[in-house]
């Protein structure tokens, strides 16, 4: 009979700047998530076509480079997947309306409320 492979929480992360992309990924993969890096929402909208359901998380920021913003992308992650655990972060006070679900961050925002979130979202 065959082992089974153990469960490995995978990760989206959407964000333009690289310094903050990279260490939003170091933190995860540190705490065992499979991580996905975008830094459009075009980008993250083909991942979310093929393995939307395969996600536990995805963190974005709300200004990303491309056409579409961090908020449209959350619309279009829950749509997909419902039960996905979506974080929007901004600088700036948020001037969209949320899906339900969604939760907003206002940055700056601490590594541990990261991993927190992540704990959670493997918990959904």
Sequence with gaps: MRQS???TATALIVEDDL??????????EESGYQVIQCESAEAAELVL??????????LTDVQLAGRMN??????????????L?????????LMQPLP???KF????????????????AQLN
Excluded: Y
Excluded at 19 to 28: T, V
Excluded at 49 to 58: I, N, T, V, Y
């Design 5 to 7: 492979e153990p469960f």
């Design 19 to 28: 310094m903050q992309r990279e260490m939003l990924c170091l933190l995860l």
């Design 49 to 58: 076509e093929k393995s939307a359901g395969a996600l536990c998380l995805m």
């Design 70 to 83: 961090g908020v449209e992308l959350a619309h279009v992650a829950k749509d997909r997947n419902p039960k």
């Design 85 to 93: 655990d979506v974080v929007v972060t901004s600088g700036r006070p």
């Design 100 to 102: 339900a679900g969604a």
């Design 105 to 120: 961050w206002a940055k700056p925002w601490a590594p541990l409320d990261v991993l927190r979130e992540a704990e959670i």
